[in-house]
């Protein structure tokens, strides 16, 4: 992903683009980082250091370049840009969360195109609190297998996949919301987890204005009409999609090689 583009800016200020690498060649799968002792924690992100330094190595000096020849020595890293003293992020990106057991749990079935074929779009929620858009792209694991890329159909975000069926005095902020592991990577990206903060600190404000608990929004039907018209006509917030989007699968976003 593009951070930076130097051409958005005047001419001598930036001397190079800056681009996030979160690519499947520096994704780490052979040691898990929980369960197995603080040992072989350090040993799993010194791997995961190395391996992604190996990569760069590749990208620099073996990589076939878009204007011939191979390797891209032009490429470093960037400590300046990150705050760290290698250049790399200050922790680890782990794709995988934990999830809240939420009252209503978001299914592959009811995002992808190969499931709802012949159906006029993703299933639709009752209780929409905002719109997303994505793909399934499921990374290898340190169970093996293989990753999965999966188209997904112009999808709502359903309320009861935000409200734990315990506890009553938290609420998720991610892809953390109740989801299952298929389908929580169609959440996971920036424009998904931005829906669903918005929709998380729009909640919290309705609930301490009413003094309600997150799940009497949901459960009570005038509740929430109120709150879904607050989201619609005071913040804006889309909660369906157009007819003419809602059938369309999500294609995947070409990558950009930029300077890391």
């Given at each position: 992903?593009?951070?930076?583009?130097?051409?958005?800016?005047?001419?001598?200020?930036?001397d190079?683009?800056?681009?996030?690498?979160?690519?499947?060649?520096?994704?780490?799968t052979?040691?898990?980082?929980?369960?197995?002792?603080?040992?072989?924690?350090?040993?799993?992100?010194?791997?995961?250091?190395e391996?992604?330094?190996?990569?760069?190595?590749?990208?620099?000096?073996?990589?076939?370049?878009?204007?011939?020849?191979?390797?891209?020595?032009?490429?470093?890293?960037?400590?300046?840009?990150?705050?760290?003293?290698d250049?790399?992020?200050?922790?680890?990106?782990?794709?995988?969360?934990?999830?809240?057991?939420?009252?209503?749990?978001?299914?592959?079935?009811?995002?992808?195109?190969?499931?709802?074929?012949?159906?006029?779009?993703?299933?639709?929620?009752?209780?929409?609190?905002?719109?997303?858009?994505?793909?399934?792209t499921?990374?290898?694991?340190?169970?093996?297998?293989?990753?999965?890329d999966?188209?997904?159909?112009?999808?709502?975000?359903?309320?009861?996949?935000?409200?734990?069926?315990?506890?009553?005095?938290?609420?998720?902020?991610?892809?953390?919301i109740?989801?299952?592991?298929?389908?929580?990577?169609?959440?996971?990206?920036h424009?998904?987890?931005?829906?669903?903060?918005?929709?998380?600190?729009?909640?919290?404000s309705?609930?301490?204005?009413?003094?309600?608990?997150?799940?009497?929004v949901?459960?009570?039907?005038?509740?929430?009409a109120?709150?879904?018209?607050?989201?619609?006509?005071?913040?804006?917030?889309?909660?369906?999609?157009?007819?003419?989007?809602?059938?369309?699968?999500?294609?995947?976003?070409?990558?950009?090689?930029?300077?890391?």
């Amino acid at each position: 992903m593009r951070a930076l583009a130097r051409s958005r800016y005047l001419p001598g200020t930036f001397d190079g683009d800056i681009t996030l690498v979160d690519w499947e060649q520096t994704a780490y799968t052979r040691l898990p980082l929980a369960g197995l002792g603080d040992e072989v924690r350090a040993r799993a992100e010194r791997e995961a250091h190395e391996q992604a330094l190996s990569f760069l190595h590749w990208m620099q000096t073996r990589a076939p370049r878009h204007d011939g020849g191979h390797g891209y020595p032009e490429l470093r890293l960037r400590p300046d840009a990150t705050g760290t003293a290698d250049g790399f992020a200050k922790t680890l990106h782990v794709r995988e969360s934990r999830r809240i057991r939420a009252e209503f749990t978001l299914l592959e079935q009811h995002l992808t195109a190969a499931a709802r074929a012949g159906a006029p779009g993703a299933e639709t929620f009752t209780d929409s609190v905002g719109t997303l858009r994505s793909r399934i792209t499921l990374h290898p694991g340190t169970g093996g297998g293989a990753g999965l890329d999966l188209e997904c159909l112009p999808f709502q975000l359903p309320l009861g996949a935000l409200l734990p069926v315990r506890v009553e005095n938290l609420l998720p902020a991610g892809r953390n919301i109740g989801a299952t592991h298929l389908s929580a990577p169609a959440l996971g990206g920036h424009t998904g987890r931005w829906s669903i903060g918005e929709a998380v600190g729009a909640l919290v404000s309705y609930c301490l204005e009413h003094r309600l608990p997150p799940r009497a929004v949901r459960g009570t039907e005038h509740r929430l009409a109120s709150f879904q018209s607050r989201l619609s006509k005071s913040l804006g917030l889309a909660l369906d999609w157009p007819d003419r989007l809602r059938t369309g699968p999500v294609t995947s976003a070409g990558a950009l090689c930029a300077t890391l």
